[in-house]
């Protein structure tokens, strides 16, 4: 997979900003990011810091730009841009204060064009990743929330198995067009990482075997999806084994172009998707990259607080060929 995604940005040049310079993961990331020469690092912080934490962690940043929100040379034109963006919701002076953040910054970094994509939250939380993205960047034509996708991957009888499950991060109790968002950017989204997606609405129900607002949720999703998506192999509602398993798929729902062989899931819910990926994860044995933030006009995404150094890089990787 990082394979095909390297390529990508070795045919397309990329910047990619992040918001946390002085951080020792994400200097050991831009390091071999720089050496890797398919991807540029921007780092966001005082350049005595920064460059010093990078001394004392024998990281090689020399080169890459390091832009600090208390001397960056064209503030005033970012703060008039986001006085515009925030018109009638945030003063100047509000504006200022708040470009002094680092993810306030970076984000106004990627609108003004200066970088292409952000990778932020390694010592924040993803809100305040998602907030400023929310306010600046906004969401696509045609797109009202930010949702989002895991990736996950293991090496099984020495082949590499991929799916993509969604909405595990963001969104606490999707509604129905919500859930109809989720699962047409999910399947998007799984396209960039190789996937033929055959997307399953999950329920605790298959095809009315259950009752509840839950599933009729998802049951009612998937028509929406039908309509909107015509060319998208979609079905719902789906009980887990009946999504995944052969032989389950023909006894409950025969027929279908997706139960029995489904690889992106979409959930009722957060704490269905939560520990749905999280199991895969510990049981399963796949490794989890995401959360993939999907509906944003430019690509931004957020680190778990817990990630280490190989995880920003290759978060860094999927982010900017997100573009």
Known sequence: ????????????????????GPDPRILSAADRLKKGGFLTPILVGNVDEVNKAAKEGGFDIEGLDILDPETYPKMDEMVSQMVELRKGKMTEEQ??????????????????????????????????????????????PGNNIVSSCFIMIREKDGKEEMLAMGDCAINIDPDED?????????????KIFGLDPKVALLSYSTKGSGKGDSVDKMRNATEKIK???PDLAVDGELQFDASVSPVVAETKCKGSKVAGQANTFIFPDINAGNIGYKIAQ??????????????????????????????????????????
């Open 178 to 190: 919500a859930i109809v968002e989720t699962a047409i950017e999910s399947a998007k989204t799984a």
């Open 1 to 20: 997979m990082f394979e095909n995604l390297i390529e990508v940005l070795k045919n397309d040049p990329r910047k990619i900003v992040f918001t946390e």
């Open 95 to 140: 504006c200022r204060d708040a470009l002094k953040k680092g993810n306030y910054f970076g984000t106004m970094l990627v609108k003004m064009g200066v970088a292409d994509a952000l990778l932020g939250g390694a010592t924040y939380s993803t809100a305040d990743t998602v907030r400023p993205a929310l306010q600046l960047i906004k969401t696509k």
């Open 282 to 323: 510990r049981l399963g044995g796949f490794d989890a990259f995401g959360p993939v933030l999907q509906g944003l006009n430019a690509p931004i995404n957020d680190l778990s607080r817990g990630c280490n150094a190989e995880e920003v890089y290759s978060m860094a990787i999927i982010t900017a060929a997100l573009k």
């Open 227 to 229: 309509k909107a998506a």
